[in-house]
């Protein structure tokens, strides 16, 4: 029996860029982007041949939670007004925040009182306490659970969101993307269930759920390539995002392939209708495409050929961007890949001219910014990480970054 090997990529603390090669035959140098730490990652590959390289490029990353019923987050604002402001607390997480005009915004939570819920809040973009909370009581009462996840909202009131509905917290039931309105939840319509195929391939997950215009949403889809480290290896399965799609909001609608979105690792709506931001697997550019042809209009930003933008989000002029942080980037059999997101570096760019500002945060990491609809603040997901040093006997140590799985929602103000 062959016994599997590790290949691990470090990065080390430093003020400055530091490169370090990859130990083994043709070795590639990672460079990690001069900000904090970065942190190691390891990988079992089944080996046939004498080591290989695999060149895993591990970036940065935040989060946390809060509960069905939460404790009182203050009448007045937040518990710590600064920037960023945290809007929750709680030990579960608190993801995927979208605004509610310019005042209020919604996210989803876990259930305090029942594991395994996951239940949607409305809270005061300022902070202060959950002024809804809305998780099906009704399942509740019958054993079975709910999941609210992404919310996607509109002026009218329209709310798009992936749904979950299982008689018990492990069974499959009916996942898909829905359709409803934060006063009619629990009742809702299915547009699509989970999994569906397409003539790429079987789509099983989605993320990144927005409104393009009414009456159509757009959204990543995610499958699963196969990734041959070298001629003689065996080949290892991993999911990773393969298209964006279009999806009209009527009930048994089949999702359209987005052109030009080919291993997207995020979509948003843009200047119009039938206009996009879209970044790509490891690549560093924000793109500006014809949601029609998938034509490039424009490059609007490019923070670096290492950089693996993601996440991007656009409102008023302001177009928020994640980059670098801790995300595996590979080259599966097929094209480029991204996967294992576990957060990263927060930059807004100015798209009229092109400026970049970045909003780092020291031991936090963001995910999936939302710009408020006046381009005057922006809400994400923050997680928490840390720094382990891991002795490495007569060679100098490893740095490996840790983080929280379990986010929280931060409001940042922007220039």
Known sequence: M?????????????????????????????????????????????????????????????????????????????????????????????????????????????????HGDVCLGVLPADGGTR??????????????????????????????LLLKRAPTVSATGDYGIAISSLGALPAATMLRTLPFVTPDGLIDEVRLLRWLAPGSLIFLGQDYGTFTPCPTCDPVTVPRWKDAFRLSAEAGAMPQIVPGTRFATSVAPGLGTNDLFVTLANDGRVYRQDATTGQVLQVVANLGAAAAARDV?????????????????????????????????????????????????????????????????????????????IPQGFNPPIFDTIVDPAGSIYKLSLQ
């Not at 937040?78 to 709680?90: F, G, H, I």
């Not at 009462?141 to 709910?146: P, V």
């Not at 927060?346 to 500002?357: P, Q």
Request: aromatic share 8%; with cysteine; net charge negative.
């Open 2 to 114: 062959m016994r599997p090997i590790y290949i691990r990529l470090v990065a080390s603390a430093r003020k400055s860029a530091y490169a370090i090669p990859c130990p083994c035959a043709r070795s590639r140098e990672i460079v990690v982007p001069p900000s904090e730490p970065s942190q190691g990652c390891s990988m079992p590959i089944r080996r046939r041949s004498p080591a290989v390289c695999i060149a895993l490029v591990l970036l940065l990353s935040c989060a946390h939670g809060e509960p069905f019923a939460p404790a009182d987050q203050g009448l007045e604002g937040p518990l710590a007004p600064s920037q960023p402001t945290r809007l929750t607390y709680s030990t579960s997480p608190d993801a995927a925040p979208a605004w509610l005009g310019d005042t209020a915004i919604v996210y989803s939570f876990e259930s305090a009182e029942r």
């Open 131 to 160: 002024t809804l909370s809305l998780c099906n009581v009704d399942a509740a009462a019958q054993g079975a659970f709910d999941f609210y996840y992404q919310p996607a909202t509109q002026p009218d009131g329209t709310l798009g």
């Open 313 to 389: 989000d656009y409102a008023s002029g302001k177009l928020a961007v994640i980059s670098d942080g801790k995300v595996l980037q590979l080259t599966a059999d097929d094209g480029p890949a991204q996967t294992a997101d576990e957060g990263g570096l927060l930059s807004v760019v100015d798209v009229a001219t092109g400026t970049i500002t970045p909003y780092p945060v020291p031991q936090l990491f963001f995910r999936q910014p939302r710009v408020s609809p006046d381009g005057r603040s922006l809400v994400a997901e923050g997680h928490s990480f840390t720094i382990v040093t």
